[in-house]
């Protein structure tokens, strides 16, 4: 029987599933997913102050559309034999998605560094949160004001001192100067001091050393700078780009046999932009990999990647939230409305669970519908 195996556990490895099942239908065909854990981790929601709320188990996903989970880290591609390496074990394929995710650039180097906190995985959010919990006025120190920084800094402000710390000479930076003035406006109305052009320099037992000299007091130091994709590209591609990330066709394909979805795919957004590291674009690479997967082997036509329309949402804590849309980030809502559709959106990558029929529709819906569109303008399903 011909064998589709995905590597990765997160939202692209997940979908990439659930795309294999849907294309397969009927026919003979065993699809497999490799992944060391239990859960699918929805990441975007770890900065919560609940991260246990933020997985689903794997088995309610896979189970119903009869896919296998082997629990094992993968070690080796080998593209030539079309085998893959897990848990010492070899499994054969004959196509494979790589959907194995990135993880979080920790600093070399840095003195006290095995000190920090991050919320890249549960496990680390669960640590952030235990040393906090049902603690008030404790003071945190969040370098990097990038996205994921912004929404754990004006979380962790409801009830704590946060000094936010960032090379850059703006906080935002990635987010272009589209909604910079509603950011700045969220982090005065929360009180959390910004240190620009300034990063940590050491890490102690309750305090942080910045680039200009200053000792800050710091009960927590969160890390939320730079991203990079699986290193498991590397064995897939010898022409990566600056993320790591395996370039890819309109299909998504890699090589002849090998498919790439989520963050670690090059995939092209238009002309001028590529994808970007998170859920809105991991969700629909997967479901397209994972049904070209299945549809080449069982000759069915495959689907080319056709991105939606690129949206924003950031979620900042008591003062809100903001939902963009565009490349140049125009705000089209602020505060409570923004607050509102991020909550919308966190409850819509939620996968559903159980029910075998709703699982497959949903992958066959490519993108999430999205508020703030006109009907000509909506994701087509």
């Not at 000190?115 to 003071?139: N, Q, V």
Request: glycine fraction near 12%; charged fraction near 25%.
């Amino acid at each position: 029987m011909a064998h589709v195996v995905i590597i990765g556990g997160g939202f692209a490895g997940v979908w990439s599933a659930a795309g294999a099942a849907l294309a397969r239908g009927e026919a003979d065909l065993r699809i497999t997913l490799i992944a060391p854990d239990e859960h699918l981790v929805l990441r975007p929601r770890l900065y919560e102050p609940e991260p246990e709320l933020a997985k689903v188990e794997l088995r309610r996903i896979l189970e119903p559309i009869g896919v296998e989970h082997l629990r094992a880290w993968v070690s080796t591609i080998d593209t030539g034999r079309r085998v893959v390496v897990a848990g010492g074990e070899e499994i054969g394929y004959d196509r494979l998605v790589l959907a194995a995710g990135s993880k979080l650039v920790r600093p070399s180097g840095l003195p006290g560094a095995e000190r920090l906190f991050d919320i890249d995985t549960l496990d680390g959010a669960r640590r952030l949160t235990g040393l906090l919990r049902d603690r008030e006025d404790y003071s945190a120190v969040v370098v990097g004001a990038g996205f994921t920084g912004l929404e754990i800094a004006t979380a962790l402000a409801a009830r704590g001192r946060v000094l936010l710390v960032d090379r850059s000479e703006v906080v935002g930076g990635e987010l272009g100067p589209g909604p910079r003035k509603e950011i700045e406006a969220a982090l005065d109305e929360l009180g959390i001091e910004c240190r620009l052009g300034t990063t940590v320099t050491e890490v102690g037992d309750g305090y942080a050393v910045l680039s200009d000299g200053t000792k800050a007091g710091a009960d927590a130091v969160v890390w939320s700078v730079g991203m990079r994709a699986s290193e498991l590209t590397r064995q897939i591609s010898g022409e990566l780009d600056h993320l790591g990330r395996v370039p890819v066709d309109r299909r998504l394909r890699a090589l002849p046999e090998v498919f790439v979805a989520g963050d670690a795919a090059m995939a092209a957004f238009d002309d001028e932009h590529t994808v970007m590291q998170a859920c809105q674009h991991a969700t629909p690479l997967g479901k397209v990999a994972g049904y070209n997967a299945a549809a080449d082997l069982l000759g069915v036509p495959l689907r080319d990647f056709t991105p939606g329309p690129y949206v924003t949402c950031l979620d900042l804590g008591g003062a809100g939230g903001i939902f963009t849309r565009g490349w140049d980030r125009r705000v089209m809502a602020s505060g409570a409305d923004g607050a509102a559709i991020k909550k919308r959106i966190n409850q819509q990558i939620h996968p559903p669970v159980d029910d075998a029929a709703k699982i497959l529709a949903a992958a066959d819906r490519v993108y999430l519908e999205l508020p703030f569109f006109p009907r000509d303008e909506e994701p087509a399903a």
